[in-house]
T-cell receptor, first 117, second 114 residues
Framework: ETGVTQSPTHLIKTRGQQVTLRCSSQ?????VSWYQQALGQGPQFIFQ???????GRGNFPPRFSGLQFPNYSSELNVNALELDDSALYLC????????????????FGEGSRLTVL | DQQVKQNSPSLSVQEGRISILNCDYT??????FLWYKKYPAEGPTFLIS?????DKNEDGRFTVFLNKSAKHLSLHIVPSQPGDSAVYFC?????????????FGTGTRLKVLA
């Protein structure tokens, strides 16, 4: 069983630039969500994708956008980068539902650490 | 507005003793609660969960207790081991129109002393 993988692991951008982060879901998982974790904080929900459509969003501006592909992999795009966008970006995959009980767990990747200068 | 709060940023416990990590929440609509453990340079890993209709769930050395009237949950680790040293996040799930949204606390750094 393949876990959640994210790329790149680290990157540095300057203010105003655009960035694309990538995520491959755990095998068999059809839902992917993205989280931003700033230093000293817990992960904050950005949005979730199911069947290639966004079906939930947190308090993030429209310059945060995403895609989910037919193979359930996903991208997070951030335009017009700001200094406060510096954070660890976590991708998590899950199953929308299962028969026989659902523990509700998310499976996280190791994250992409973005630094905006 | 912090809907899920972990008021203790850090906790130190002697090896073999009990570790108790606490979490408070404000939204009575949360239907599932989870604990995650995070080591440096790794993503959070799932530890244990509890449905809002239960008050206790146990898995080996880990037990989660839920007190709905107090809007409080706790994670007990018995006995604590040095390998348990990590940051622990409490998370609560909100289900709206078939969408799951998870709200995380700010984490508690547990240090188990050998």
């Amino acid at each position: 069983e393949t876990g959640v993988t994210q790329s790149p692991t680290h990157l540095i951008k300057t203010r105003g630039q655009q960035v694309t982060l990538r995520c491959s879901s755990q095998s068999g998982h059809n839902t992917v969500s993205w989280y931003q974790q700033a230093l000293g904080q817990g992960p904050q929900f950005i949005f979730q994708y199911y069947r290639e459509e966004e079906n939930g969003r947190g308090n993030f501006p429209p310059r945060f956008s995403g895609l989910q592909f037919p193979n359930y992999s996903s991208e997070l795009n951030v335009n017009a980068l700001e200094l406060d966008d510096s954070a660890l970006y976590l991708c998590a995959s899950s199953l929308a539902w299962t028969s026989g009980g659902y523990t509700g767990e998310l499976f996280f990747g190791e994250g992409s650490r973005l630094t905006v200068l | 507005d912090q809907q899920v709060k972990q008021n203790s940023p850090s906790l130190s416990v002697q090896e073999g003793r009990i570790s108790i990590l606490n979490c408070d929440y404000t939204n009575s609509m949360f239907d599932y609660f989870l604990w995650y453990k995070k080591y440096p340079a790794e993503g959070p890993t799932f530890l244990i969960s509890i449905s809002s209709i239960k008050d206790k769930n146990e898995d080996g050395r880990f037990t989660v207790f839920l007190n709905k009237s107090a809007k409080h949950l706790s994670l007990h680790i018995v006995p604590s081991q040095p390998g348990d040293s990590a940051v622990y996040f409490c998370a609560a799930r909100e289900t709206t129109s078939g969408t799951y949204k998870y709200i995380f606390g700010t984490g508690t750094r547990l240090k188990v002393l050998a």
